[in-house]
Structure formats: structure tokens, C-alpha cells
């Protein structure tokens, strides 16, 4: 609920969104093991991995425009 109500604020803002990241308990693990979250992969992982894209691609086309 709670992250629809971001978004939807966001949208009243005519902020972009540029992903969401979900709870995964994998990143709590990896940081008790003293292990990377990179290295252990995972559902937040992959989401941030799709936002880091998103800049890339968005910051790309503003420097070409």
C-alpha cells in the first residue's frame, strides 16, 4: 500500500520512477555474513542492477540530446 501511495505522489510531482526495490532477506544475510550483496544476487540485486540501467540509459540520451 504504501509504495502505491509513493507512486502515486511521485506521478502528482511528474517525478519519474525509476524502480522499486523489494524486501529480500538475501541482503540481510549477505551483510551478516560479511559477504557482498552483489555476490549473493538476489531479487533487490537484479532490481537495483535494472535502476542503475535506467540512469545509464537516461543520463546517455540527455548528453546526446
Do not use: F, H, N, Q
Amino acid at each position: 500500500a504504501m509504495v502505491a501511495e509513493i507512486k502515486e505522489r511521485l506521478r502528482e510531482l511528474d517525478i519519474p520512477l525509476l524502480g522499486v526495490i523489494p524486501y529480500d532477506r538475501a541482503l540481510i544475510e549477505a551483510d551478516m555474513e560479511g559477504v557482498a550483496p552483489v555476490d549473493r544476487g538476489g531479487a533487490a540485486i537484479e532490481r537495483i542492477k535494472e535502476i542503475k540501467d535506467r540512469i545509464i540509459t537516461l543520463l546517455s540520451s540527455s548528453i546526446v540530446s
